[in-house]
């Protein structure tokens, strides 16, 4: 396998994980929040435990994701 094999398995499952990662978020959400009808004023809200984690997960995965497509098609 070369190096560009090793960065479309890599991108690949980050992809994967980045998706999980995702829907996780909007599972905790109710359904008309998540496509923006939050009700009341103000829809800004402090996320906190796993919620907060989740979305620090998915902003570092998005990252990597990114890197490694510049990576690829440098290197494929």
Do not use: C
């Not at 090793?6 to 109710?30: E, K, P």
């Not at 906190?48 to 494929?76: H, P």
Request: aromatic share 10%.
């Amino acid at each position: 396998m070369t190096f560009g094999d090793y960065l479309n398995v890599a991108q690949l499952l980050i992809s994967l994980v980045l998706i999980v990662v995702v829907l996780l978020q909007t599972r905790g959400t109710d359904v008309g929040a998540a496509f923006g009808g939050g009700g009341g004023g103000s829809s800004f809200r402090t996320r906190r435990g796993l919620e907060k984690t989740l979305f620090q997960l998915t902003i570092v995965l998005a990252i990597i994701f990114v890197g490694i497509s510049a990576l690829s098609v440098r290197y494929t």
